[in-house]
């Protein structure tokens, strides 16, 4: 499993209601693990994909891209990529 964090600037406010729109629009099966944090500047994601070619694939991928625009998310200042080692959830490891 990897996990990417994805860095977006502006106001968290306004980031926030347009991250809740946008997944709005994904189906919940497509999503395995992902959080979206406020930061003081804006907002972070931390996205799950099962290898780094997927992750590599969705990064560059139209889709996400389309997704982000179609709800006026801007580019993000940074997209960084981890192999994952552990990951916990409600006390079980995942």
């Known amino acids: 499993m990897h996990a990417s964090i994805w860095k977006f ?3 968290a406010d306004d980031l926030v ?3 809740e729109a946008m997944l709005a629009d994904v189906p919940a ?7 979206c944090l406020r ?3 804006g ?4 996205d799950t994909c099962p290898t780094r070619e997927v992750f590599e694939a ?3 991928g139209p ?3 389309a997704l982000r625009a179609r709800h006026g998310m801007p580019e993000p200042d940074s997209v960084e990529d981890h192999p994952v080692v552990a990951a916990v959830v409600d ?3 995942r």
Request: aromatic letters at 10%; zero cysteines; proline letters at 3%.
């Open 29 to 35: 099966g497509n999503i395995g693990l992902q959080l």
């Open 17 to 19: 209601r347009r991250y």
């Open 58 to 60: 969705f990064a560059a």
């Open 39 to 41: 930061a003081p500047d």
């Open 63 to 65: 889709e996400f891209a």
């Open 9 to 11: 600037s502006g106001d």
């Open 91 to 93: 006390g079980r490891r």
């Open 43 to 46: 907002i972070l994601l931390v």
